[in-house]
């Protein structure tokens, strides 16, 4: 299910699978996360629950990150971010394993939302040992999904990336938002702006 710009999936395909076709742009999206899900006989979903009972259904909803079978390099990191907008909206963060598709949360290898409680919260992430990713983190306060912005694409919601990176003119490069596993406690903190 796609809904406000973050890929969510009921359960994961087993067998074949079928395509139905859709209208908009919804279909490259979904299409893109079965895909994803089904390139080989390992692949898993990680999910984290966020809402339970779907139209009269007894299924919880989650938030998918795609990716093959977790290892034993994978660590739990927890990510403090402050600089939040008190109780307004969701907190949106999205896991990246490289340049491609940063900072688009469509192509992110795991997303979470969650709802806002203060001006501070901790994240917790599954993250490879060893490798760079990045992390890009928003607040939503408008519920659509997105990262806002105005007429000249200025954001106008919070924002930030993994190490504070800020880039001249958009959105940081990867590398230097990127951080490698086991991290120093200060790249740990995302401050928005």
């Not at 898993?44 to 779907?54: H, I, K, R, Y």
């Not at 963060?93 to 490289?98: L, W």
Request: proline content about 7%; aromatic content about 4%.
């Amino acid at each position: 299910m796609v809904q406000g710009g973050i890929v969510r999936s009921v359960s994961q395909p087993s067998g074949p699978v079928r395509l139905v076709p859709l209208a908009g742009i919804l279909a490259p999206l979904l299409l893109w996360s079965v895909l994803s899900t089904a390139e080989t006989a390992s692949s898993a979903v990680t999910a984290v629950p966020l809402v339970e009972g779907v139209a009269g259904r007894a299924e919880v909803v989650t938030v998918s990150a795609v990716r093959n079978e977790a290892t034993k390099s994978d660590s739990a990191v927890v990510f403090e971010i402050s600089g939040l907008r008190a109780d307004a909206g969701h907190l949106c963060v999205a896991v990246f394993g490289g340049a491609a598709g940063f900072p688009n949360t469509d192509r992110a290898e795991q997303t979470q939302r969650l709802e806002v409680r203060g001006d501070r919260m901790t994240v917790e992430l599954r993250l490879r040992a060893g490798e760079p990713q990045a992390v890009a983190v928003f607040q939503d306060i408008d519920g659509n999904g997105r990262l806002s912005k105005n007429l000249l694409g200025i954001p106008v919601e919070p924002y930030g990336f993994s190490r504070n990176a800020r880039g001249a003119l958009g959105p940081p490069k990867f590398d230097s938002a990127s951080i490698v596993v086991p991290a120093e406690p200060d790249e740990l903190s995302i401050r928005l702006k």
